[in-house]
């Protein structure tokens, strides 16, 4: 039989009634005499990673039947913690206090008893194994203790401190923030121990916080002078010496539109309009053609995994050389693509599409801006005629997604606009507008045609997968929205929830029904499977139009140039789904520490903004309320910042949970996500990039 960690679970829950030794799990299991060392092997592997438990005598059980729970702990700075179970084994996080640690760190990959509930739903344990240390490596300030020092992490989920012995110190002055390792990790009776990597610099230096966030996650912002060799020399063949199978598409008018400090054009766009519908040409970089499978470049490439876009810059994926050069669809340049070429009729409805390796010549590049500034004025403009058609096929194409259900959330996102000396200049709210959407319903065409002719002929593919919401979780949502007599049905469709947007638009409601409704969805990610995309209500979706700066479009070009024109063989599409299955998990948690990232550095921007700001008054909207306060964005700056209940002295407030609510327990005075309140700056704290409010009442 085959042997793999699925069928192994899967069976012990069946058959084994008992934590056993791997002889006894052998027979039990009936694993034949020639598997019994793979399958020893593929034991102890489990246990390593916590979907088994070893126990004394060398047995092994399930972890749920041991009342064990594994999962990784996410640190509190008062020393207590929560483990958030591994995905197979159910819902609730289990509260460890501090007691019960085991000297566990923030992020560790632990094994918990649960002991307790601290109340229903509540479960309370304790540390019994740590199975992965999984940091490293700490940013910290530096603080001297004779000869010696210690570390204290900017990160305060990790309450441990780190003592410095001086001969570790690397010259660290007292005060200055360090990027450090750590070498031995604690136990009962001693601190973690380690030692300066690198000397960042004092902590008021906006630049040094920036690189701080950087070493804390592990980015590399450079790459190795092997990876920039490999990049200059495939970044300096000449595209029309690969025309062989290629369609020529440079006489036909392509362009880019894009943001105004974009330098990476991975997408350009064609329209030919026809009397009976629209040809739609998407036209995307190959950057398959430059890197090649297995090379240090794509080695590199799945490493990063995508490009990290922050306030200040971003940290490509690929070397600029082809991310900003060889790759980019620059003006008057032929430049490798691959194109989907989509027909439509006049009412948008998709008729037929073909893909193609091709070569184009963009004839210019446009801002979203300038775009949306032809459109609205009119303008004589040569584009002016395919911009218009353009624009009609968009707006045709959005009514017919939102008719099929697609959800619409109405959340503004702010931008951070930074000035020549480093400095937050101003934060206002990022457009989005006509321009925007004509690109935006393109990509997803083409997105969804790409994987929709992969699905037809049965080529396994990298899929964009946005799965239904928990139940558990809309009926939370229903909770608290049947109080504006609004419910969604249970199990619900895309179109309940965009019927749902809809009805509150315009409403004082809207802001905290969108934003609550986008907080009951699950997140985005990659994968081998392909369920569908929940929340565009496409049944099949795959990224295909950014490969510069996401890893999962290079791999689907890849898969498209490979099986253009023949079939995948059963044995191909065993071997290629395994791959998949790790390039999905490896982009997966790149994109999600690169989120991580964007949104550190936008917090210590916004903190850094107010640091001036102390003491002024601001109106604001509740975004959030916890039992230890609530969240205030600043209509006027677009910054967000806590008011801690405890600076709330008018009453006891009690924190309702299914109503996003506090109640003050004498004059009933309540603050509710989506109120609006007058504050004002209490203080700023960049090392933890938090802003302190107190509600003006």
Same mark, same amino acid.
């Given at each position: 039989m085959k042997l793999t960690e699925e069928k192994i679970l899967s069976m012990m829950k069946k058959k084994v009634a008992r934590p056993m030794k791997v002889a006894e799990l052998s027979r039990q299991l009936g694993v034949p005499e020639t598997q019994k060392r793979e399958f020893r092997s593929l034991i102890k592997e489990m246990a390593g990673e916590g979907s088994l438990i070893k126990i004394r005598g060398g047995r092994y059980g399930l972890p749920d039947e041991m009342n064990l729970v594994t999962g990784k702990l996410h640190g509190h700075p008062n020393g207590f913690g929560f483990v958030i179970p591994d995905h197979q084994q159910g819902e609730n996080d289990v509260y460890v206090n501090r007691r019960h640690m085991n000297e566990a760190m923030h992020k560790d990959h632990v094994v918990v008893r649960v002991e307790s509930e601290r109340e229903p739903g509540r479960p309370q344990g304790r540390v019994i194994r740590i199975l992965q240390r999984n940091t490293t490596h700490i940013v910290g300030t530096y603080e001297t203790f004779g000869k010696d020092g210690w570390v204290i992490p900017t990160e305060s989920k990790y309450f441990h401190d780190v003592f410095v012995p001086g001969k570790n110190r690397k010259g660290a002055k007292n005060g200055q923030i360090v990027h450090l390792e750590i070498e031995t990790f604690p136990t009962r009776h001693k601190p973690p121990i380690g030692k +300066?990597?690198?000397?960042?610099?004092?902590?008021?230096?906006?630049? +040094?916080?920036?690189?701080?966030?950087?070493?804390?996650?592990?980015?590399?912002? =450079?790459?190795?002078? !092997?990876?920039?060799?490999?990049?200059?020399?495939? #970044?300096?063949?000449?595209?029309?010496?690969?025309?062989?199978?290629?369609?020529?598409?440079?006489?036909?008018?392509?362009?880019?539109?894009? #943001?105004?400090?974009?330098k990476d054009f991975d997408d350009a766009v064609s329209l030919e309009r026809f009397e009976e519908g629209y040809r739609l040409g998407v036209h995307i970089a190959d950057v398959s053609h430059f890197v090649r499978e297995n090379s240090l470049l794509d080695q590199e490439a799945l490493e990063r995994a995508t490009s990290i876009y922050y306030a200040d810059g971003v940290i490509p994926m690929l070397p600029v050389s082809l991310s900003n050069e060889a790759c980019s669809l620059k003006p008057d340049e032929p430049r490798l693509t691959v194109s989907a070429i989509m027909d439509f009729d006049s009412k948008a409805n998709f008729i037929a599409g073909t893909l193609h390796p091709s070569i184009i010549k963009s004839q210019r590049r446009f801002t979203y801006n300038e775009v949306h500034q032809l459109l609205e004025e009119e303008a004589d403009d040569p584009f002016m005629p395919t911009l218009v058609h353009m624009h009609q096929l968009s707006q045709l194409l959005r009514k017919k997604r939102f008719q099929h259900g697609s959800v619409d959330f109405q959340v503004p996102e702010s931008e951070i606009h930074m000035d020549s000396a480093g400095h937050v200049e101003r934060i206002s709210i990022s457009e989005h507008n006509s321009a925007h959407e004509l690109i935006e319903e393109f990509m997803l065409a083409a997105n969804q045609f790409v994987a929709l002719n992969l699905h037809e002929r049965s080529i396994p593919s990298i899929h964009r997968i946005h799965e239904a919401p928990d139940p558990a979780r809309l009926t939370g949502f229903n909770e608290f929205v049947d109080t504006f007599k609004l419910r969604l049905p249970s199990p619900a469709?895309? =179109?309940?929830?965009?019927?749902? +947007?809809?009805?509150?638009?315009?409403?004082?409601?809207?802001?905290?029904?969108?934003?609550?409704?986008?907080?009951?969805?699950?997140?985005?990610?990659?994968?081998?499977?392909?369920?569908?995309?929940?929340?565009?209500?496409?049944?099949?979706?795959?990224?295909?139009? =950014?490969?510069?700066?996401?890893?999962?479009?290079?791999?689907?070009?890849?898969?498209?140039?490979?099986?253009?024109?023949?079939?995948?063989?059963?044995?191909?599409?065993?071997?290629?789904?395994?791959?998949?299955?790790?390039?999905?998990?490896?982009?997966?948690?790149? !994109?999600?520490?690169?989120?991580?990232?964007?949104? !550190?550095?936008?917090?210590?921007?916004?903190?850094?903004?107010?640091?001036?700001?102390?003491?002024?008054?601001?109106?604001?909207?509740?975004?959030?309320?916890?039992?230890? #306060?609530?969240?205030?964005?600043?209509?006027?700056?677009? +910054?967000?910042?806590?008011?801690?209940?405890?600076?709330?002295?008018?009453?006891?407030?009690?924190?309702?949970?299914?109503?996003?609510?506090?109640?003050?327990?004498?004059?009933?005075?309540?603050?509710?996500?989506?109120?609006?309140?007058?504050?004002?700056?209490?203080?700023?704290?960049?090392?933890?990039?938090?802003?302190?409010?107190?509600?003006?009442?």
């Open positions: +300066v990597l690198e000397v960042l610099g004092t902590s008021n230096d906006p630049n +040094v916080e920036i690189q701080s966030i950087f070493r804390k996650f592990g980015v590399r912002q =450079s790459f190795s002078p !092997e990876v920039l060799d490999e990049a200059r020399d495939v #970044g300096a063949e000449d595209p029309t010496e690969s025309l062989k199978n290629r369609k020529d598409f440079t006489k036909l008018q392509t362009f880019t539109i894009d #943001g105004e400090r974009a469709r895309s =179109s309940d929830l965009q019927t749902l +947007v809809q009805q509150v638009k315009g409403r004082p409601e809207e802001r905290v029904v969108n934003t609550l409704l986008l907080r009951t969805m699950k997140k985005a990610r990659y994968s081998e499977i392909d369920p569908g995309h929940f929340c565009l209500g496409f049944p099949h979706y795959a990224h295909f139009t =950014s490969p510069i700066r996401r890893y999962p479009d290079l791999v689907l070009h890849r898969i498209i140039k490979k099986y253009l024109k023949r079939k995948c063989p059963q044995k191909e599409k065993k071997a290629l789904l395994s791959q998949l299955a790790e390039i999905s998990e490896q982009s997966t948690h790149m !994109e999600i520490q690169a989120m991580s990232i964007e949104r !550190e550095v936008t917090d210590l921007r916004r903190a850094q903004f107010m640091a001036d700001k102390i003491g002024k008054t601001f109106h604001g909207v509740i975004t959030g309320v916890t039992g230890f #306060g609530f969240f205030v964005e600043l209509q006027e700056v677009f +910054v967000e910042g806590l008011v801690k209940i405890s600076s709330i002295t008018d009453d006891y407030y009690l924190f309702i949970e299914t109503e996003h609510r506090l109640i003050g327990q004498r004059r009933h005075r309540s603050f509710q996500i989506g109120d609006k309140v007058k504050v004002r700056v209490a203080a700023v704290d960049l090392g933890q990039k938090r802003i302190d409010l107190t509600a003006l009442l």
